[in-house]
């Protein structure tokens, strides 16, 4: 196999397309927005990538096998057109990551796009209730937008910088002269996490001028509600019980 094999599947035809990148990452939380983007909107997968830096397996669905790849859907998004990035996995070493994100930048403008969003989850290595957005940008004016759209900027945050694909599509980008961001939802980190890819999709709405549906995330978000409090039952219990013992002791 070739280090890479582009499928075309489509030729739609776009006006001012924006990349819209939701990998596998923390918390799942750009996989998911990108996701829910696809169930909401009218949608067509135009191009799959398949390629020697994804792992090495096929994921299974009701028996049948396919190789592992990503995916680039068209989506109408009332006014605006998409260009949504998903898949199952990320590659496996930073070589990979920078060639398949320079593939996908290859693609993305030859397909007209001149503006980049990357959507993720930054950890708060805690359960939280208020879900903010942080953001990072190669522009100045990319940064005063998205503030107005509720997205923080913080120094030095998220703190290691933004890895992966979402983080080389911003610095790629930037070589390339588009306008790129990085969108990140905090999250516990230990969950898959609808709430914060809600958070992210109504900052991403109002950068961008669409309106969506939350009500299947929302379906998703009460599912893994009931696993949290689970968890913290455990944790009190946990708790009384260590407690317990050092009284013995």
């Known amino acids: 196999m070739d280090e890479f094999?582009?499928?075309?599947?489509?030729?739609?035809?776009?006006?001012?397309?924006?990349?819209i990148e939701g990998l596998p990452g923390v918390g799942h939380v750009g996989k998911l927005a990108a996701e829910h983007l696809l169930e909401e909107f009218e949608s067509e997968p135009i191009r799959r990538l398949y390629s020697e830096h994804?792992?090495?397996?096929?994921?299974?669905?009701?028996?049948?096998?396919?190789?592992?790849?990503?995916?680039?859907?068209?989506?109408?998004?009332?006014?605006?057109?998409?260009?949504?990035?998903?898949?199952?996995?990320?590659?496996?070493e930073s070589t990979g990551h920078y060639r398949l994100t320079d593939r996908v930048l290859d693609i993305a403008t030859e397909l007209g796009v001149d503006r980049v969003f990357a959507l993720g989850g930054v950890p708060t290595g805690e359960l939280i209730d208020e879900y903010d957005v942080i953001g990072a940008a190669t522009d100045d004016g990319v940064i005063d937008e998205l503030e107005t759209a509720g997205v923080e900027f913080r120094e030095d945050q998220p703190a290691?910088?933004?890895?992966?694909?979402?983080?080389?599509?911003?610095?790629?980008?930037?070589?390339?002269?588009?306008?790129?961001?990085?969108?990140?939802?905090?999250?516990?980190?230990?969950?898959?996490?609808?709430?914060?890819?809600?958070?992210?999709?109504?900052?991403?709405?109002?950068?961008?001028?669409?309106?969506?549906?939350?009500?299947?995330?929302?379906?998703?978000?009460?599912?893994?509600?009931?696993?949290?409090?689970?968890?913290?039952?455990?944790?009190?219990g946990q708790q009384a019980t260590d407690d317990n013992l050092r009284y013995i002791g």
């Open 54 to 92: 994804f792992p090495p397996q096929v994921n299974v669905e009701d028996g049948r096998a396919k190789l592992a790849c990503a995916e680039l859907h068209a989506v109408e998004a009332d006014d605006q057109d998409l260009l949504v990035l998903t898949g199952d996995h990320q590659p496996q």
């Open 160 to 236: 290691g910088g933004i890895v992966g694909v979402s983080g080389l599509l911003l610095g790629l980008g930037e070589r390339r002269d588009l306008d790129a961001a990085c969108l990140m939802g905090e999250t516990s980190g230990y969950l898959v996490d609808p709430k914060s890819a809600r958070a992210v999709l109504e900052v991403l709405e109002a950068a961008i001028g669409f309106e969506v549906e939350f009500d299947s995330l929302e379906e998703r978000a009460d599912e893994m509600e009931e696993v949290v409090q689970k968890i913290q039952q455990m944790e009190g």
């Open 5 to 19: 094999a582009v499928e075309t599947l489509a030729e739609p035809s776009l006006s001012d397309p924006v990349l």
